[in-house]
């Protein structure tokens, strides 16, 4: 880092142009002048130098991420230097086709149904565990009881989270009784005895059916 040898404060509704005067006879070193573009007052004169070399740039100061915010809220680095490596220099942010294939062909033949059928994959055991807890066919009855109960505790003095039923079309209606009703009579859900109770409404999906919607941000 390198810190400025002198500050000029601006206001924030001031624009500034940099406009050319003569050319200048030294290369390295060129004469500018600093223009309002709001009220084209000229704010004086500066001088650019020449870009410094490689070598005067690795001179500079290291500062800690600490020390480099105070000074770029403060406003006095003339210039901040980063270092990168020629890998990241010469890399192409640009996605290679070839390489994205490969990488598709490899997450596909990670898919669940591969996973199942191969025992030396890591995640086998976890999908043999866990085969009831999602699937296209669910089993008639609660999952296996895992020892964990899911419970809303209240702080003291806390009221209950009732909310009134929106009013909703008659096709949504039987649609969530219809739903419930299967999932009561299969066993996978039981008459709820809490004393919350949440708006529950239906929504499109992009195939044309309906998505069962608990408004429990009500």
Same mark, same amino acid.
């Given at each position: 880092m390198r810190r400025r040898a002198s500050v000029t404060s601006r206001t924030s509704d001031e624009v500034s142009? #940099?406009?050319? +005067? *003569?050319?200048?006879?030294?290369?390295?070193?060129?004469?500018?002048?600093l223009v309002n573009g709001v009220t084209g007052e000229v704010d004086g004169d500066i001088s650019l130098d020449s870009l410094p070399t490689v070598n005067a740039l690795l001179e500079l100061d290291e500062m800690s991420i600490a020390d480099l915010g105070?000074?770029?809220k403060a406003g006095d680095l003339?210039?901040?230097? #980063?270092?990168? +490596? *020629?890998e990241e220099l010469d890399s192409s942010p640009v996605v290679d086709e070839a390489i994205l294939e490969d990488t598709k062909k490899a997450v596909s033949g990670r898919s669940r149904l591969a996973i199942l059928k191969d025992p030396s994959?890591?995640?086998?055991?976890?999908?043999?565990?866990y085969t009831d807890v999602v699937s296209k066919n669910p089993p008639m009855g609660l999952p296996p009881d895992r020892g964990v109960r899911h419970e809303v505790d209240l702080v003291p003095g806390t009221k209950y989270c009732v909310t009134r039923q929106w009013s909703l079309p008659k096709e949504q209606c039987d649609l969530i009784d219809a739903f419930f009703r299967a999932k009561h009579e299969a066993g996978l859900v039981r008459e709820s005895k809490s004393p919350h109770s949440t708006p529950t409404f239906c929504v499109r999906k992009p195939n044309g059916k309906w998505r069962i919607v608990h408004a429990l941000n009500s």
């Open positions: 142009n #940099v406009t050319s +005067s *003569e050319a200048p006879r030294d290369c390295s070193k060129q004469l500018y002048t105070e000074a770029l003339a210039e901040v230097v #980063v270092i990168r +490596s *020629e994959d890591p995640f086998y055991p976890v999908l043999q565990e």
